[in-house]
């Protein structure tokens, strides 16, 4: 497609037909005829050898038919861009062909000029589709939301699914990455079945990326963590850091569930986050491990990504005022308490913000969600305190 001309392979099964096609373009400047097949199975091997850019294909033939030959083109030749001619105009036919792929359907007999502009027509769609999806591709990079806390049960699984599928829900491509090695529970709240997960992953480009990710039903898609706890102490720090640059380009919020220690691997999360949102539950035996964690991010210079989200408010009598000033540091957000509806949640895999979306967690669920979605993101300069992470935490 890199040629100016646009290459065609003609394929009927009557010489006579595809002479008339030949001499019909001739004279484009634009076109090229590449070569002549009269059946579907010299067609599939002539796309292989030829590449060209497109195919005009009969349907009625000897041996394999136009539109099964159609089905397998993209097989041999994945960018060429079959267009079916036939005398069959019935709607049943043009059905046929389009299901299997044809890019348009010509019946027969055509002038010269509904065939070149047809042809012309098909190319540059494909193009312009080409170079939208490039730029799509190039352009895009994800924000990093990391869900961390610096206890367990605090609530990171159900705001980090919850901010997912609401910003889903707000035209956004997003990656929900289950970072909790041993015991992830990311797809039991969305009731997914794992088909793949992490531990398949070869991250060695053999398969991309984006076929080892599960797809919810709202369009989220979840990078699930390996099934057993045996097969999540082979992901490093490394695998981490891959996984997130090879994710970025293909989503515009990843957002990463995470275990409530400081391991290597949520470590590399950290790090790579434009946003650290650290959970706590307001009460005052939580409120050494948060000032302790926020030591840590301090030291490694994170402290500015960091946006305390203090969940199950309401649950005791202590006031988030008063957690705050503790920590002398901000609440960012304050998450109301309701075991009723997390738990209904939880039981029937459905998101809180689906499940009850007028509840006034599932408001300030989406609430969040609208709020990083217009903040400004955050630059990753902590990159460069790595070495002091690393030295840190490093794997024993
Ligand atoms: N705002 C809330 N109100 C009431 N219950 C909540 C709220 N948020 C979470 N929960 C409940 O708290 C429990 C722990 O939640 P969750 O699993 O999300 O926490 P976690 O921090 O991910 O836990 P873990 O450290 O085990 O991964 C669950 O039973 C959940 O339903
Ligand atoms: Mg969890």
Redesign the pocket.
Known sequence: MANSRIEVLIVDDVAETRHNIRKLLEFEEDISIVGEAGDGNEALRLAQELQPDCILMDINMPGLDGISATKRIYQVAPNCLPIVISVQGEQEYLRKAMLAGARDYLVKPFSGSELVNTIRQVYSLEQARRSLQQDSQTNRSAQVIVVF?AK????????ATNLAVSLRKQQQEVILIDL?LQ?G?VPLLLDLNVKRSMADWHHDGREAIEDFLLKHESGLKVFASPQTPEQGELITGEHISQMITELQPLADFLVI?T??FFHETTLQSLELAHKILL?ATPDLPNLKNVKCCLDVLTKLNMADKVHIVA??VG?NGIKVEQFSSHLQQPVWQK?????RL??QA?IQGIPVVDLNPKSS?SRRLVQISQDLLRAEPLSQETRSKIPLARMLFARR
């Open positions: 806390s367990g049960g605090v609530g990171k699984t159900t705001i909790d015991f529970d569930d275990p409530q959970v969940n199950k649950s998450v109301p308490y309701d075991l997390t738990t939880a967690l």
